[in-house]
């Protein structure tokens, strides 16, 4: 019905800069809130940010300052700006979204597959 398709993950020095796209298509009513997670290797998954439909933003206290979500409502895209980037930053990132679909008209819960990032020293 809905699918979320990530972009941009790769390999970079630290210091560096990416650009995570994940763009939502289907059976799609209205994007509610979007969200950026990680997971590490052994790690749990954890919340890098978040996005309201309004453009209100949350961020962990891990990735303040250098990380930047935004989204565009028209594309149905949700970004993430990723500067001054660390080896502690090397993980898959996963986007999610509140998704209200035409089929049922209910919200649920929508992932993308992932993408890998990785920092090096």
């Known amino acids: 019905q809905v699918q979320l398709v990530e972009s941009g993950g790769g390999l970079v020095q630290a210091g560096g800069s990416l650009r995570l796209s994940c763009a939502a298509s289907g059976t799609i009513l209205r994007l509610n809130a979007m969200a950026w997670y990680r997971q590490a290797p052994g790690k749990q998954r954890e919340l890098v940010a978040t996005?309201?439909?309004?453009?209100?933003?949350n961020y962990a206290d891990s990735v303040k300052g250098r990380f930047t979500i935004s989204r565009d409502n028209a594309k149905n895209t949700v970004y993430l700006q990723m500067n001054s980037l660390k080896p502690e930053d090397t993980a898959v990132y996963y986007c999610?979204?509140?998704?209200?679909?035409?089929?049922?008209?209910?919200?649920?819960?929508?992932w993308g597959q992932g993408t890998q990032v990785t920092v090096s020293s």
């Open positions: 999610n979204a509140l998704v209200v679909v035409t089929t049922t008209m209910t919200q649920q819960l929508y």
């Open positions: 996005i309201t439909s309004d453009g209100y933003t």
